[in-house]
């Protein structure tokens, strides 16, 4: 039975009434509304801005009111939503994976900007995740043999949805790193967890309550997943291929000078649009 009928815009200002006393800045409301509201409508902000006064079916409606109330929890949007934006494409995510982050489509610009469709390279990516990474390089670049892999048989579930939308062609592997990792490959690509268990304090709430610990913290001050790929590094990577990992914004010096210890290879470092030490490669020469 139809109780009330709420437009658009109702709603948005019914949600930004809910969440004014979690989130403070009426920007960051407005932004996660509307992320919430396109999402589940599939359309684009135009088409929101477009559709203020149209009606929103209750079912919907509902939806929307379940997901407000789960953000005010402390639920990210993106989980709250079922899936989240990452180079053009929406990509499942839920608490088994990490949500894709801006910083980490940097570094797959790093490498489609590096390697054109005319290459047709094998690839590896380690910790995949929802496969944020693996997938965006696939269907960036259809005729590259790629393979995604994870320790976490969670996270290798959800991935394989991303990769059966996307691009099927993605092999994936259960692994811990090098693990079950046979061969070389002209590409490696990693955005292993990183942060350090002393930097808990400075994480926001909602991260650390509801993404996955495995994917966001390693031990020896973030450092010990990057420590171990270096020991195998050279075995997998092929005759001048490339590696390229994404790192700590305070670990760009260390991990410079770990990579820069392996014989015969150079290393660059880059920053994210923020100006912070956030990628390395790694080339063989
Ligand atoms: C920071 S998340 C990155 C996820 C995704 N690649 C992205 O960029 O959004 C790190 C991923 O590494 C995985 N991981 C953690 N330890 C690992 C290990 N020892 N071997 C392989 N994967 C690991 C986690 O399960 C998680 O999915």
């Avoid at 559709?51 to 639920?75: C, H, P, Q, S, W």
């Amino acid at each position: 039975m139809m109780d009330e009928q709420w437009t658009i815009q109702a709603v948005r200002d019914w949600g930004d009434w809910q969440l004014e006393p979690y989130i403070h800045e009426k920007e960051e409301r407005s932004a996660q509304i509307d992320y919430l509201l396109t999402g589940m409508m599939d359309w684009d902000y135009s088409q929101l801005d477009n559709n203020r006064y149209t009606i929103l079916e209750d079912e919907k409606r509902l939806r929307f009111m379940v997901a407000v109330r789960a953000i005010k929890g402390g639920l990210p949007v993106q989980y709250a939503l079922g899936h989240a934006a990452f180079y053009g494409r929406e990509f499942q995510v839920d608490r088994r994976v990490l949500i894709p982050r801006q910083e980490t489509e940097e570094l797959v610009d790093w490498i489609l900007k590096d390697h054109s469709m005319t290459e047709a390279l094998t690839v590896l990516d380690i910790g995949t995740g929802s496969g944020a990474i693996a997938v965006s390089l696939a269907a960036e670049r259809t005729n590259w043999q790629i393979v995604a892999s994870d320790i976490s048989a969670d996270a290798l579930d959800l991935a394989t949805e991303n990769i059966a939308k996307y691009a099927p062609q993605v092999k994936v592997i259960q692994s811990d790193l090098f693990e079950k990792i046979e061969g070389q490959f002209d590409l490696i690509v990693s955005n292993p967890p990183y942060i350090s268990e002393d930097e808990r304090d400075e994480m926001d709430e909602s991260v650390l309550l509801y993404e996955p610990d495995l994917a966001l913290f390693a031990d020896d001050d973030g450092l010990v997943l990057y420590k171990k790929m270096a020991q195998s590094l050279l075995e997998h990577l092929s005759p001048k291929g490339n590696a390229y990992f994404e790192i700590g914004y305070r670990q760009g010096q260390q991990l410079q000078k770990l990579f820069a210890d392996l014989p015969d290879v150079t290393v660059e470092l880059r920053q994210d649009m923020s100006g912070h030490d956030r990628m390395i490669k790694v080339s063989r020469r």
